[in-house]
């Protein structure tokens, strides 16, 4: 058998010699398109090195998701519309082209996410590492929902119900989900802490008798470093069910204390106490002076309240105010020969009683 009437076999439909010079103008088609696509994707990176804009990045890193098995596949769809096909290969044509078409459709959603998602990151930089992992977690689930759309839309340009696989699933997808209930429940509340970000890594909060900084924002638990060191755990669900006092999103903090002054304490020195204490808290550049009042009459001193405002929401700026208001508030009460109150309690002895007293005892 020599070789031309090997090439002259017929295969569904078409000669080897006709199979052979298709093969190969689709290998010609998919190296000319893949050719151009390097160069496409090579002039679009040089122009973006040189843009500020996002745009051409944009079209870069898509052409990039552009699938080399696909443009064959693509190449080869092309040459058999010069083939003598049956019905049903031009069918399953049809078929294989509606999933390509889907399928890189998916990579280039998914190049889009990837982009858009690499320029959150960038934006955030390395000032939390929760919602870093939590941008990355949005992106895998956009994602996961493009990829179950396309599924759904290729199913149905194939011709099928996706209404009957849709039903099926879902029964599926109900008891999947009431094993999964807590699971699932942590993570939607995970994505609203996302959304709605109540707080963030390094807030100071307070959750019911818990306080702490948060450490870590995970897809089901999130971690506080408490005061005294140990590392809390809660599951997202239950925390966002609780009440939580953020502390870092205070812009100042309103600090209420009093004192007692002794009642020997004369008139004059009674009216200037609010001023010397206004005096004494505007002294203190991150503090703001409310007010200051004679309160009441206490059992053994004359009681004032004071409020002031701290600047800024850190607690250890807080602390240090509050010790130099006290420190200036002694000292200068000192200088002013005003006497701070403690608790005493005076015995008044009738002299004629006592004189009384000693008569009787001497007869």
């Given at each position: 058998m020599n070789i031309q009437e090997i090439l002259s076999r017929i295969y569904l439909g078409n000669s080897v010699e006709t199979w052979l010079w298709a093969l190969g103008a689709a290998c010609v088609l998919a190296f000319v398109f893949n050719f151009i696509m390097k160069r496409l994707v090579k002039s679009f990176s040089s122009f973006a090195e040189k843009t500020e804009t996002?745009?051409?990045?944009?079209?870069?890193?898509?052409?990039?998701?552009?699938?080399?098995?696909?443009?064959?596949?693509?190449?080869?769809?092309?040459?058999?519309?010069f083939l003598d096909l049956t019905q049903q290969i031009r069918e399953f044509r049809k078929s294989v082209i509606i999933i390509c078409v889907f399928v890189q459709v998916g990579f280039w959603g998914g190049g889009f996410i990837d982009y858009y998602v690499s320029k959150k990151l960038a934006g955030v930089g390395t000032k939390a590492g929760s919602t870093v992992t939590h941008i990355k977690s949005l992106g895998f689930l956009v994602k996961l929902v493009l990829w179950v759309v396309l599924g759904i839309l290729t199913i149905d340009n194939l011709g099928f119900d996706p209404t009957a696989i849709i039903a099926g699933l879902g029964v599926g997808g109900i008891a999947v989900a009431l094993a999964?209930?807590?699971?699932?429940?942590?993570?939607?509340a995970s994505l609203s802490i996302i959304l709605d970000k109540p707080f963030e890594v390094g807030d100071y909060v307070v959750i019911d008798n818990i306080s702490g900084d948060v450490e870590h924002i995970g897809l089901k638990t999130t971690r506080i470093r408490s005061l005294s060191g140990e590392q809390i755990v809660l599951s997202n669900n239950d925390l966002l069910q609780s009440r939580i006092k953020n502390y870092k999103r205070m812009n100042n903090r309103r600090i209420l204390f009093s004192l007692g002054v002794v009642y020997e304490t004369s008139y004059d020195k009674l009216r200037r106490i609010p001023e010397l204490l206004k005096e004494i808290i505007d002294s203190e550049p991150k503090a703001?002076?409310?007010?200051?009042?004679?309160?009441?009459?206490?059992?053994?001193?004359?009681?004032?309240?004071?409020?002031?405002?701290?600047?800024?929401?850190?607690?250890?700026?807080?602390?240090?105010?509050?010790?130099?208001?006290?420190?200036?508030?002694?000292?200068?009460?000192?200088?002013?020969?005003?006497?701070?109150?403690?608790?005493?309690?005076?015995?008044?002895?009738?002299?004629t009683d006592v004189a009384s007293t000693g008569s009787e005892a001497g007869d």
């Amino acid at each position: 058998m020599n070789i031309q009437e090997i090439l002259s076999r017929i295969y569904l439909g078409n000669s080897v010699e006709t199979w052979l010079w298709a093969l190969g103008a689709a290998c010609v088609l998919a190296f000319v398109f893949n050719f151009i696509m390097k160069r496409l994707v090579k002039s679009f990176s040089s122009f973006a090195e040189k843009t500020e804009t996002d745009f051409d990045d944009l079209v870069s890193a898509l052409l990039k998701k552009t699938s080399i098995v696909l443009i064959l596949i693509f190449s080869v769809y092309i040459v058999t519309f010069f083939l003598d096909l049956t019905q049903q290969i031009r069918e399953f044509r049809k078929s294989v082209i509606i999933i390509c078409v889907f399928v890189q459709v998916g990579f280039w959603g998914g190049g889009f996410i990837d982009y858009y998602v690499s320029k959150k990151l960038a934006g955030v930089g390395t000032k939390a590492g929760s919602t870093v992992t939590h941008i990355k977690s949005l992106g895998f689930l956009v994602k996961l929902v493009l990829w179950v759309v396309l599924g759904i839309l290729t199913i149905d340009n194939l011709g099928f119900d996706p209404t009957a696989i849709i039903a099926g699933l879902g029964v599926g997808g109900i008891a999947v989900a009431l094993a999964l209930q807590n699971v699932l429940g942590d993570l939607i509340a995970s994505l609203s802490i996302i959304l709605d970000k109540p707080f963030e890594v390094g807030d100071y909060v307070v959750i019911d008798n818990i306080s702490g900084d948060v450490e870590h924002i995970g897809l089901k638990t999130t971690r506080i470093r408490s005061l005294s060191g140990e590392q809390i755990v809660l599951s997202n669900n239950d925390l966002l069910q609780s009440r939580i006092k953020n502390y870092k999103r205070m812009n100042n903090r309103r600090i209420l204390f009093s004192l007692g002054v002794v009642y020997e304490t004369s008139y004059d020195k009674l009216r200037r106490i609010p001023e010397l204490l206004k005096e004494i808290i505007d002294s203190e550049p991150k503090a703001r002076f409310a007010r200051a009042h004679f309160n009441n009459y206490g059992d053994f001193a004359l009681n004032y309240d004071i409020v002031y405002f701290v600047r800024t929401p850190s607690f250890d700026d807080y602390m240090d105010i509050q010790q130099n208001v006290n420190l200036k508030i002694f000292k200068r009460f000192s200088e002013e020969g005003i006497e701070f109150a403690y608790p005493t309690r005076k015995i008044f002895l009738d002299s004629t009683d006592v004189a009384s007293t000693g008569s009787e005892a001497g007869d």
